[in-house]
């Protein structure tokens, strides 16, 4: 049998404290849910608002890449059209001046200029040679003035026209670094512009990249130009891109670690803004990155296709008809980490105002147990008095009740007098 007092405080928690606590949880539980709610609302509209200036940051950097191709193109084209015009007009120029040397399989001009201008499988040099070395020398002060615009961005150009009459800027050592037996018509970089591969004639974009000799020197592909005299193709001139072309692409600031890489056809990674975060991400090197290290690592192909459940965001670009691809690369933990964060902070703040509150309710519980021990006494003494007195109600000595202040109390003892009384 429980006492007064447990019995009264029992009472209370189930009428009055135990209903506070079940709607304060309740509150607490509300809260978290739409804390949550709200945090992943929050993600959703941070993750939109960076994906649209992350696809206008995507645009304008491959807009400017791009300009910058079609400004060597337009270069290349320009001087097709001059050399096809020395062509025609040749014979208007003296080239009675120009002299060359046979040495080690190369006939080469013997005169001073910005260039090497050279032959290839030829032992002999009859005056129709001449005629075309002649054009490779007026072409050399056009190409110079193009090629000053370019510092630090084109590696080198060329001009080759057929199998045996070239012309390289800047000057080179044919003996030590070529073959008196190349043939440039072989070549990707030539063959590549023709009809078969290029009908429309156009100035093109040759990937050269995956060439053996690329990595060495750095050189992602070529911009060239088919020359054709009476519809017949008479050769090239080229410019060559190398990984110069891309380096200020590292000076751009993109927020949440983004970053850019330039992406060949067949999915090989030439260049990334942020190489070590690139590798860390996807463990590839790309082209870039193996001609700094002066590897010899073949290029790795980039297969990755993120859905809606990775982390990363992808926004690609197509850069001028060159098969070559810009993609921005972002991270949707590196998105969120701020909102991620300030939600953190708010829900430890939040456990700490929870401990708070809990270990008040725990202090309140002591004081109310205090409290209702307290009135239970005061409730069960006379109580007790009252159950005592009952049993000698019957009993022929007189009752000695101690007076209590509680109305309904007192009203039972002058009650209980009476009734002794009557019985004795």
């Not at 029992?10 to 849910?33: C, G």
């Not at 063959?191 to 093109?204: D, L, Q, S, V």
């Not at 060495?216 to 060239?224: H, L």
Request: proline share 3%; with cysteine.
């Amino acid at each position: 049998m429980q006492s007064l007092h447990n019995f009264v405080l029992k009472k209370i928690f189930k009428t009055a404290i135990v209903p506070i606590l079940i709607m304060e949880l309740l509150l607490i539980l509300l809260i978290f849910i739409f804390g949550y709610l709200q945090e992943k609302k929050n993600e959703e509209l941070l993750q939109k608002t960076a994906s649209q200036s992350f696809e206008e940051v995507a645009s304008q950097v491959t807009q400017r890449m791009s300009a910058k191709i079609e400004r060597v193109e337009k270069d290349a084209t320009a001087l097709k059209l001059v050399i096809q015009s020395l062509y025609v007009h040749n014979k208007r120029y003296d080239g009675s001046q120009l002299s060359y040397r046979f040495e080690d399989g190369f006939f080469i001009r013997n005169n001073e200029g910005m260039s090497t201008v050279y032959t290839t499988n030829l032992s002999t040099l009859s005056e129709e040679d001449k005629v075309s070395l002649k054009i490779l020398t007026m072409t050399e002060v056009a190409l110079d003035a193009v090629m000053h615009q370019y510092v630090g961005i084109i590696d080198s150009a060329w001009v080759n026209l057929g199998a045996h009459y070239s012309l390289y800027y800047p000057k080179i050592n044919v003996k030590e670094e070529l073959s008196p037996q190349l043939n440039p018509t072989k070549q990707s970089y030539y063959y590549k512009a023709n009809e078969k591969f290029n009908p429309g004639k156009k100035t093109i974009f040759i990937p050269l990249f995956q060439e053996p000799w690329a990595v060495t020197q750095g050189q992602i592909g070529s911009v060239v130009s088919p020359i054709y005299l009476d519809n017949k193709m008479a050769g090239v001139v080229g410019m060559t891109l190398t990984t110069q072309n891309t380096k200020e692409l590292s000076n751009i600031s993109l927020p949440f670690d983004a970053y850019i890489i330039i992406l060949g056809k067949e999915g090989h990674v030439l260049f990334a803004s942020d190489e070590d975060s690139f590798y860390k991400d996807f463990q590839i090197n790309s082209f870039n990155a193996l001609h700094q290290q002066q590897s010899s690592s073949k290029l790795t192909p980039f297969l990755c296709s993120p859905d809606e459940h990775s982390n990363f965001v992808f926004f690609q670009r197509n850069l001028q008809n060159t098969g070559l691809s810009l993609i921005l690369i972002a991270k949707k933990d590196k998105i969120n980490e701020e909102v991620n964060s300030i939600y953190n902070q708010t829900r430890v703040y939040g456990l700490f105002g929870l401990l708070f509150i809990g270990l008040i309710h725990f202090a309140l519980y002591f004081v109310i147990r205090k409290r209702t021990r307290k009135i239970s006494d005061t409730i069960s003494k006379p109580v007790t008095q009252i159950a005592h007195i009952s049993e000698m109600l019957f009993d022929e000595e007189k009752l000695n009740l101690e007076k209590s202040d509680i109305h309904e109390f007192k009203t039972l003892q002058n009650n209980l007098n009476k009734a002794h009384k009557k019985t004795t």
